[in-house]
């Protein structure tokens, strides 16, 4: 079991940036992924990024790439999501989660989920 809280949401401006937070407590970590997805008012929940917790290798989604990073402290069990050059568009909820099987990419191979933050971003 493992329980995620991320922070760092709230009202930002078009072409700003934001910086979330995800901590995880357990009692052993050993997940081999973490990820950032996101959820828009009346959209399916879309995969943003992913990160191993071991090697550090980064995946991202086509619609973020270059403007995100992901990053992990393994020393603090805390994900990080860095979102540069912010549109109305990423305004979503953004929830973390840990890998529990299968494609990095799939909603379906995380098995716990934050509670959410929600992030919007007026033009």
């Known amino acids: 079991q493992v329980q995620l809280v991320e922070s760092g949401g709230g009202l930002m401006q078009a072409g700003g940036s934001l910086r979330l937070s995800c901590a995880a407590s357990?009692?052993?970590?050993?997940?081999?992924?973490m990820a950032w997805f996101r959820q828009a008012p009346g959209k399916e929940r879309e995969f943003v990024a992913a990160?191993?917790?071991?090697?550090?290798?980064?995946h991202y989604a086509d619609s973020v790439k270059g403007r995100c990073t992901i990053s992990r402290d393994t020393a603090e069990n805390t994900v990080y999501l860095q979102v540069n050059s912010l549109k109305p568009e990423d305004t979503a909820v953004y929830y973390c989660?840990?890998?529990?099987?299968?494609?990095?990419?799939?909603?379906?191979?995380?098995?716990?989920w934050g509670q959410g933050t929600q992030v919007t971003v007026s033009s």
């Open positions: 357990a009692r052993t970590f050993n997940y081999y992924a």
């Open positions: 990160v191993t917790w071991r090697a550090g290798t980064t």
């Open positions: 989660a840990a890998h529990r099987s299968g494609y990095l990419y799939y909603r379906e191979s995380y098995g716990y």
